[in-house]
């Protein structure tokens, strides 16, 4: 092609299978529909009356073969004769028309796990993906392009890499759609605008791919616009407005980045079409925003996030990572959790939300922990946090992490993403309940040899073989049932140990040799020669001995025939509402002839860790009624307040 070529957008010799459906006299206003044309196998083209012309139907040719520039329909309009063709002409800055704006109300499913089940988008929502360079906001775009659930997808390559646009182009012919099994590209229209291209058309690519999107709409469909990247269209304003010496705002961007941008996402949305017969349709916006440096405070990715309603945060380090795709699952949001949840409730998983909320809890809880581990080391944390810290993981790998390029995997139907989703929840169940009985979360990672199989589903098991997940999940409960049976040598599960050389007993303190594995705190259950048991608890250990107290005193006890056992966990105490009043001894045994306390849970008197970011300044001061601590020391709540006084004086209680 030369320089200069000019062609008509639309080819004007092909003829295309007209079917009309109105008639002579009929009264017809803009947006109506006057016939079809089977456009694609995926696609039923609706010819409309174009908005703002109307009236009666004074000839219509009969169904056959007609251009897209042939006259199919004279109408009588106000004493003047109109004709119209299968084509119209609509100025691209210009929002079409509608009747109503609605709420969007169902999800736009994308087969993309992170985002269907955590940042849900639907159907007239918008979304950006902000991202530094490489982070994979190309291939995510691109994904959404081959699999989204919509109708019509129009993607609009704006100012980025050639090859890219080629690419898309050799592949998608190839590609399959998962929802109709047809090819992909009998539904998608691309808008190609490279680098390389004058940067005035980047503007111009933008707004005609949003009027398909609106003319897509108006026939009734869901259509999904795709623009990568909407940095480019800004750099090209502020090129242009460099150019036309305007006034610069913010970094050199034009004042008027902030209303473009919003008119563009503004014409989301899922509406009531004009015309007849009544119809809904929407489109649907998702584009990439490329911040310098990866700075989202940056103008455009600033601006751009007050207008949408999901947030793709891409992240570095998950990309370095190999994470893809690399979505940060703690800065991202979306506004349709809600209002998806509904639809996925009623036509997937009754329990949908509970496994989305947990799957979120978990990652929330991790990050929090990954915090207290850098300030105070892994130490600190309690087997339960432990367990969240391996469910986050399995989280993240057999389910938020999905690849592109893997045939199984880059789509995930809703129907297996909640089945991975009800597999990690069991397996998190299961786990808790063990965890719960003194069994260390990492005995149970290595017991539970399923868990490699459960990573893998996603890439192992088909959309069609949803029945392998039945089959996973009967193995697995089978081997929590065991576990939990202790059929499967609980004591070594449990990581409970048993020694019986005692080498020597000095007042309450007896030392036990050849314990390699006793760690501080540790809870042990003493068993005399006679069977009568004890309990005690390792104040030291090291160089192959442990130190342990005795809590019940080591009268009795002779080095001989006792065995000592060491129980994988720190003291418990049982804590429950029926303590109130009561007189205990050290290790909760009732003193006072009561009964023992029965309801409640098990907490370890070590407690767990407070995460310091969270903790409060103490401020809410106790009145003690005692003048010299209220007027001068005064104490608050949540504080401390040591006491010291020499023996004999005396002391304040
Ligand atoms: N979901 C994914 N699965 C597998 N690989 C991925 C995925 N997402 C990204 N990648 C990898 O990351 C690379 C870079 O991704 P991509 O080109 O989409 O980044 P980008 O953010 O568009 O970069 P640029 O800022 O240069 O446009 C890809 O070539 C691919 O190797
Ligand atoms: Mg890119």
Sequence with gaps: ??????????????????????????KVTGGDIIGTVQETNLVEHKILVPPGISGEVKEVVAEGDYTVSDTILTLQSSGEEKELSMMHRWPARIPRPFKDKLEPREPLITGTRVLDAIFPMAKGGTAAIPGPFGSGKTVTLQSLTKWSEAKIVIYIGCGERGNEMTDTLTNFPKLKDPWTGRPVLERTIL??????????????????????????????????????STSRWAEALRDLGGRMEEMPAEEGYPSYLASRLAEYYERAGRVLTIGRPERFGSVTIASAVS????????????????????????????????????????????????????????????????????????LLREDELRQIVRLVGPESLSERDKLVLEVARIIKDAFLKQSAYDDVDAFSSPQKQVRIMRLIYLFNNWASELVGSGVQVRKIIERVTYLGDLMRAKSTIKNDELQKFDELEGKLKSLFDELKKGGVNLMQVAGIREYSNVNSIKGPLMVVQGVTDASYNEIVEVELGNGDRRTGLVVDSGMGVAI???????????????????????????????????????????????????????????????????REYPEEFIQTGISAIDGLNSLLRGQKLPIF???????IS
């Design 1 to 26: 092609m030369k320089r200069g070529v000019k062609v008509p957008s639309l080819e004007r010799e092909t003829k295309w299978h007209f079917v009309p459906k109105v008639k002579k006299g009929d």
């Design 191 to 228: 808008i190609a605008n490279t680098s390389n291209m004058p940067v005035a058309a980047r503007e111009a690519s933008i707004y005609v791919g949003m009027t398909l999107a609106e003319y897509f709409r108006d026939q009734g469909y869901d259509t999904l616009l795709v623009a990568d």
């Design 291 to 362: 911040p310098p440096g990866g700075d989202f405070t940056e103008p455009v990715t600033s601006i751009t996030l007050r207008f949408v309603r999901v947030f793709w945060p891409l992240d570095v380090s998950l990309a370095q990572a190999r994470h893809y795709p690399a979505i940060n699952w703690i800065q991202g949001y979306s506004a349709y959790v809600d209002l998806v949840s509904e639809w996925w409730t009623k036509n997937v998983d009754p329990n949908w939300r509970e496994y989305r909320d947990f799957m979120v809890r978990t």
């Design 548 to 614: 342990v107290q005795v809590f019940e005193g080591t009268s009795g006890i002779s080095p001989r025939g006792t065995k000592v056992r060491f129980l994988g966990r720190g003291l418990e105490v049982k804590v429950s509402e029926e303590m109130l009043g009561r007189i205990f001894d050290p290790l909760g045994n009732p003193l006072d002839n009561g009964p023992r306390v029965i309801g409640g849970e098990k907490r370890n008197i070590n407690g767990e860790p407070l995460n310091p970011a969270v």
């Design 645 to 651: 006084s020499g023996s004999g004086y005396l002391r």
